[in-house]
């Protein structure tokens, strides 16, 4: 990795909100515009903790934010995926006017 790999929201540790629901909220904005596709992994706790600059259990704190928002699951062994959008997002799709 090169220095100019910083991340694009930074952390704010004195804001009152806590680290890893900041962090939470960067990868749900990810996920969000789609630079995170579904099915396909996160970056790992270590690698987070790395680029964010934070500790490994925030990383993995902020994984467990994102598994109870329903966006991520889990694979024990294989790491952490997004969660395919289709069936949480899509029901004003599929509700037209009756």
Known sequence: MS???E???PL???SARPLY???ADVIAGKIASGELAPDRPIPSENHLAD???VARLTARRAAQELRERGLIVTVRGKGSFVVE???VDAPAEN???T
């Open 3 to 5: 220095d100019t790999e």
């Open 7 to 9: 991340p694009t929201t």
């Open 12 to 14: 704010d540790p004195m």
């Open 21 to 23: 629901v900041q962090l």
């Open 51 to 53: 680029e964010y600059g």
């Open 85 to 87: 959008r289709s069936a």
């Open 95 to 97: 509700e037209s006017s």
